[in-house]
């Protein structure tokens, strides 16, 4: 119990005790006492308000083969599908009706995306909809390229560093893609004063506790402004389909741990975490979460971005999605709002 008061009282542990808090996962005393203290960070910074992201998933081609993901370049049996300009643009009009201020355009690192394509489509959506606030989730990219994304009026980035191990980073990606370039990435965009997003997969296959620690002493140094964190799920077409999906309750401890890491960070209950658990995302709210991020992008296409199996909210239109999230949200003791929701 006394390093979850130590933790408590200072926000930060090395990295032997980081492994020793997250032995203690499953002791239900512990992650109730974490809870409670997450909760009232939480409350402390952000009141009762939940912030909503519309997803946009524009593209799911992508030119990289991470190992878990269903989407990676060598799925042969996925059919790829990638939005117009104007299709985009649509998923926004029909977001900012139902009330959302950030949208997030994610897709797999597609090469028919140029930086230029880009920048249009960016400068588009910021002109019509200057009071939004724009998120880009597209990987990898030069720091030139972040450059120009953010001269054109993107205002924040996710790109989960997956795992801060480099040997656990070696098994679950291609010899070709490095952590240290993530990591560079991450620290660029800080740098042109992104609003950034780093994350990691929570029971991705081979996952130590002292990878989770090695984790958590990443997101410290970086400090970033939001994290995504959500369960690994298995896909039927990657090698690691028949390997375990990450757990629940590790997933909700998680997020109570990072909520006291970085009291004021932007902390979405994710899919993810929707998928493995009907109510996973009230659960992830109340364990220190105060973002959740409804589907926006055209329902046609819902089913193609298939990350991992058994995806939630794949059917529903935009507007069905926000009505349930809205719901859950309630129901948790807290209240959705339309706000750009920006990092404190
Ligand atoms: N190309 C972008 C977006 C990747 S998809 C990028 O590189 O950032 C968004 C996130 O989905 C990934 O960062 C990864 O953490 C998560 N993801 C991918 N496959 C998954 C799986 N099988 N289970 C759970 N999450 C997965």
Same mark, same amino acid.
């Given at each position: 119990?006394?390093?979850?008061?130590?933790?408590?009282?200072?926000?930060?542990?090395?990295?032997?005790?980081?492994?020793?808090?997250?032995?203690?996962?499953?002791?239900?005393?512990?992650?109730?006492?974490?809870?409670?203290?997450?909760?009232? %960070?939480?409350? &402390?910074?952000?009141? *009762?308000?939940?912030?909503? +992201?519309? @997803?946009?998933?524009?593209?799911?081609?992508? #030119? /990289?083969?991470?190992?878990?993901?269903?989407?990676?370049?060598?799925?042969?049996?996925?059919?790829?599908?990638?939005?117009?300009?104007?299709?985009?643009?649509?998923?926004?009009?029909?977001?900012?009706?139902?009330?959302?201020?950030?949208?997030?355009?994610?897709?797999?690192?597609?090469?028919?995306?140029?930086?230029?394509?880009?920048?249009?489509?960016?400068?588009?959506?910021?002109?019509?909809?200057?009071?939004?606030?724009?998120?880009?989730?597209?990987?990898?990219?030069?720091?030139?390229?972040?450059?120009?994304?953010?001269?054109?009026?993107?205002?924040?980035? %996710?790109?989960? &560093?997956?795992?801060? *191990?480099?040997?656990?980073? +070696?098994? @679950?990606?291609?010899?070709?893609?490095?952590? #240290? /370039?993530?990591?560079?990435?991450?620290?660029?965009?800080?740098?042109?004063?992104?609003?950034?997003?780093?994350?990691?997969?929570?029971?991705?296959?081979?996952?130590?506790?002292?990878?989770?620690?090695?984790?958590?002493?990443?997101?410290?140094?970086?400090?970033?402004?939001?994290?995504?964190?959500?369960?690994?799920?298995?896909?039927?077409?990657?090698?690691?389909?028949?390997?375990?999906?990450?757990?629940?309750?590790?997933?909700?401890?998680?997020?109570?741990?990072?909520?006291?890491?970085?009291?004021?960070?932007?902390?979405?209950?994710?899919?993810?975490?929707?998928?493995?658990?009907?109510?996973?995302?009230?659960?992830?709210?109340?364990?220190?979460?105060?973002?959740?991020?409804?589907?926006?992008?055209?329902?046609?296409?819902?089913?193609?971005?298939?990350?991992?199996?058994?995806?939630?909210?794949?059917?529903?239109?935009?507007?069905?999605?926000?009505?349930?999230?809205?719901?859950?949200?309630?129901?948790?003791?807290?209240?959705?709002?339309?706000?750009?929701?920006?990092?404190?």
């Amino acid at each position: 119990m006394d390093i979850v008061e130590k933790f408590i009282g200072t926000h930060e542990l090395t990295r032997k005790e980081y492994i020793e808090l997250l032995r203690c996962s499953s002791d239900c005393s512990v992650s109730e006492k974490l809870s409670e203290e997450a909760v009232r %960070l939480r409350k &402390h910074y952000y009141g *009762d308000k939940v912030y909503t +992201r519309g @997803l946009i998933e524009f593209t799911n081609y992508c #030119r /990289n083969n991470c190992y878990y993901c269903g989407i990676r370049r060598d799925n042969k049996h996925i059919s790829r599908y990638r939005l117009t300009g104007q299709e985009i643009l649509d998923c926004c009009e029909n977001g900012y009706e139902l009330g959302f201020r950030t949208f997030v355009l994610q897709g797999g690192e597609d090469p028919w995306f140029t930086d230029d394509r880009l920048v249009e489509i960016i400068r588009a959506i910021k002109a019509e909809y200057p009071d939004c606030a724009l998120t880009l989730s597209l990987g990898e990219k030069s720091c030139e390229s972040y450059r120009k994304f953010r001269e054109a009026g993107a205002d924040r980035y %996710l790109l989960r &560093h997956e795992t801060a *191990d480099d040997e656990h980073y +070696r098994t @679950l990606h291609p010899e070709e893609m490095s952590l #240290r /370039n993530r990591k560079q990435c991450l620290y660029y965009l800080k740098a042109l004063g992104y609003q950034v997003g780093a994350g990691f997969m929570v029971g991705s296959p081979g996952q130590t506790t002292e990878n989770l620690a090695e984790d958590l002493i990443f997101l410290k140094d970086l400090s970033p402004h939001m994290v995504g964190i959500g369960p690994f799920i298995p896909h039927h077409e990657t090698r690691y389909a028949k390997e375990r999906a990450g757990s629940v309750q590790l997933t909700l401890f998680l997020l109570s741990v990072i909520r006291i890491l970085l009291p004021k960070v932007l902390l979405p209950a994710t899919t993810a975490l929707g998928t493995l658990d009907p109510r996973g995302r009230e659960k992830g709210i109340q364990a220190g979460a105060n973002v959740v991020m409804p589907n926006l992008s055209t329902v046609k296409n819902r089913k193609q971005y298939d990350l991992y199996d058994n995806k939630i909210c794949t059917g529903e239109e935009a507007a069905e999605c926000r009505g349930c999230l809205s719901r859950r949200v309630e129901s948790a003791g807290y209240h959705l709002v339309n706000e750009r929701g920006d990092a404190l």
